[in-house]
Structures are given as structure tokens and as C-alpha cells.
């Protein structure tokens, strides 16, 4: 149940994360902040009014807050994994250069 339960929410994560990083859902935030604005004059600037973007843009902070985690985490395990490829093709490359200088000297010798 567990896994099942973080699959999906990394799945959610991912797909909110690639289109609230899109463009248009930035313009889509600043046409809200802006009809927020433009609203003003219409509610007399009333507390319920100035309550609205508070409550909105605190549950959205609240919210990104952990999206932004769980992307900074699965960016670190993601270059860790690299971090490991990287060191097993290293030694592999380290193997190999030894092989061809131990290859060199035994022709050297031969010769």
C-alpha cells in the first residue's frame, strides 16, 4: 500500500511540477493576481476580498513547498545513480588503461 501510495503521489508530482513550471501557468497566476486587482474597487477592497489571494496564495506556498521536495529529491537520486554509473565506468576505463600498459611493456620486452 505504501509503494502504491508514493508511486501515484510521484506520479501527481511530476506531472504538476511539469506544467505549473510552463509558462502559460505563469501567465495564468498573473491574470488571476490581476483580476484579484481589478476586483478591488468592485468590493469596496473588503477583508473577504484581500482574504481571498492571502488564502489562495498560502495553500499554493503550502502545497509547492512539498512538490519542491519530493523534485529536489528524486533530482539528488537521480545523480547519485549517475554519480555510480560513472564510477563503475571509471574503474572499468582504469582496468582497461592498466591492461594496455602492463600489453606495452610486455611487448617492449619481447622486442
Known amino acids: ?13 511530476e ?6 513550471g510552463h509558462p502559460y501557468a505563469f501567465m495564468a497566476a498573473c491574470l ?3 483580476v484579484w486587482a ?8 473588503s477583508d ?15 502545497l509547492m513547498v512539498f512538490l ?3 523534485t529536489g529529491n528524486r533530482t539528488i537520486d537521480e545523480m ?10 571509471n574503474r572499468e576505463l582504469l582496468h582497461e588503461i592498466r591492461s594496455l600498459r602492463q600489453e606495452r611493456i610486455r611487448l ?4
Request: with cysteine; aromatic share 14%; net charge positive.
Open 1 to 13: 500500500m505504501k509503494k502504491f501510495i508514493t508511486n501515484r503521489f510521484e506520479r501527481l508530482a
Open 80 to 89: 547519485e545513480e549517475r554519480l555510480r554509473a560513472m564510477e563503475t565506468t
Open 68 to 70: 519542491l521536495q519530493n
Open 48 to 62: 473577504t476580498w484581500q482574504l481571498v489571494i492571502n488564502t489562495g496564495t498560502t495553500i499554493c506556498t503550502f
Open 15 to 20: 506531472w504538476i511540477s511539469n506544467n505549473l
Open 38 to 45: 481589478v476586483t478591488g474597487p468592485v468590493f469596496q477592497f
Open 108 to 111: 617492449k620486452e619481447a622486442a
Open 32 to 34: 488571476f493576481v490581476f
